[in-house]
């Protein structure tokens, strides 16, 4: 991935440990927004990883590319 066109994003879900099942909740809702009509319709996941953050919740860390808004070609 260009430097430029990486972008880092970080979620903190702090109840992991008493609701395993909404802890993704935040990061799911991200990773399934519609983006077909921004500037980012090309977003590309390069690396999820997932950490403790010592007390009982784990924090998301995600790697993407923005790629680059496809337009279309204009007729002559």
Known sequence: LPASD?????????????DPGAAMDKV????G?????????NLRIKDISITSDGAGG????IVC????KTTPPTQP
């Open 6 to 18: 990486t972008r880092v994003f970080l979620f903190h879900s702090p109840n992991a440990a008493s």
């Open 28 to 31: 799911n809702a991200w990773l």
């Open 33 to 41: 927004k519609d983006r077909s009509t921004t500037p980012y319709a």
């Open 58 to 61: 784990v924090y998301t860390l």
């Open 65 to 68: 590319s923005l790629g680059q």
